[in-house]
Each structure stands twice: as C-alpha cells, then as structure tokens.
Nanobody, 115 residues
Framework: QVQLVESGGGLVQPGGSLRLSCTAS????????IEWYRQAPGKEREFVAR???????NYAESVKDRFTISRDNAKNTVDLQMNSLKPEDTAIYYC?????????WGQGTQVTVSS
C-alpha cells in the first residue's frame, strides 16, 4: 500500500507564493511519474504538473512559467512551487503517483487565493 500526503496549502493573496509538498510512504524513484492535479469547486479535476523519474517535467498551460515541480529522492517528496498566484488557482491540490498498473492519490490540500 502506498500513501501520499500533501501539505503546504493555505490562504494567500493574489501575486503571492506557496510551496506544496507531496510525501510518499516509499521511495519516489520507484514511481514512473508523480503528478499534481487540482479541483476547484464545481469543476472537474485537472492536471497541473508532472515529473518523471528521470526528471523531465510537463505543465498545464495555465500554470506554465508560474509553477515549478521538483523532486527530492532522499526525502521522498515532490514539491510544487507556486508563484504569482491568481484567484483562479484556488482549488484543492492533489498528488498522484503511478506504480505499475496502480494509481495512488493523496487526500489533497486546500489552496485559497484571495485578498
């Protein structure tokens, strides 16, 4: 069983920054990729960013140049640095990991961007 725990969410003003962390219960190097998704109230869950086990990254157009995904294999964490936050970034942010045929999700962390 794999557990993913997100942390770092909170309330921030527009233009501010937050850093989210996803901590895995096992070595993250065993996952082919780890991703961040988000779900705003009344909307579908959407892809935000991903990082592959060799370090390549992808971003949604809406966050490109503002968000940065990174990994720390020693700490078993994948972070999402979010800068220049906008009200439309308000959502619950989830971490997702794939291991073989299995997909694992964390419980999510709330990010609210508001003045």
């Amino acid at each position: 069983q794999v557990q993913l725990v997100e942390s770092g969410g909170g309330l921030v003003q527009p233009g501010g920054s937050l850093r989210l962390s996803c901590t895995a219960s096992r070595s993250i190097s065993t996952f082919s990729r780890i991703e961040w998704y988000r779900q705003a109230p009344g909307k579908e869950r959407e892809f935000v960013a991903r990082i592959f086990n060799l370090g390549a990254t992808n971003y949604a157009e809406s966050v490109k140049d503002r968000f940065t995904i990174s990994r720390d294999n020693a700490k078993n964490t994948v972070d999402l640095q979010m800068n220049s936050l906008k009200p439309e970034d308000t959502a619950i942010y989830y971490c997702k990991a794939n291991l073989g045929a299995y997909t694992y999700w964390g419980q999510g962390t709330q990010v609210t961007v508001s003045s």
